[in-house]
């Protein structure tokens, strides 16, 4: 079974955020999970993650919901 979530985030800053996940989104190694993201307007990035089970979708969820956090947090501080 896959396993599949879906996250829009709206704020000002999609781009810049997009490009910053870029370098992790095309050097992802682990074979039980893809993940992708994209502009859906100028201020919605959209977060993809499939899976093969559970603990791949929580651990790249984990690592890709915070990388976004941490992007928006530096955008609000630059």
């Not at 989104?25 to 682990?30: F, R, W």
């Not at 919605?44 to 690592?63: C, F, G, H, K, P």
């Amino acid at each position: 079974m896959q396993h599949e979530a879906f996250f829009r985030f709206t704020t000002d800053h999609a781009e810049k955020i997009l490009r910053s996940l870029l370098p992790e989104l095309s050097d992802e190694v682990n074979p039980r999970s893809s993940t992708r993201c994209w502009l859906e307007r100028t201020d919605t990035l959209v977060l993809q993650v499939e899976a093969q089970d559970i603990a791949a979708l929580r651990a790249a969820l984990n690592m890709f919901l915070r990388l976004v956090s941490i992007a928006e947090e530096m955008q609000e501080i630059a």
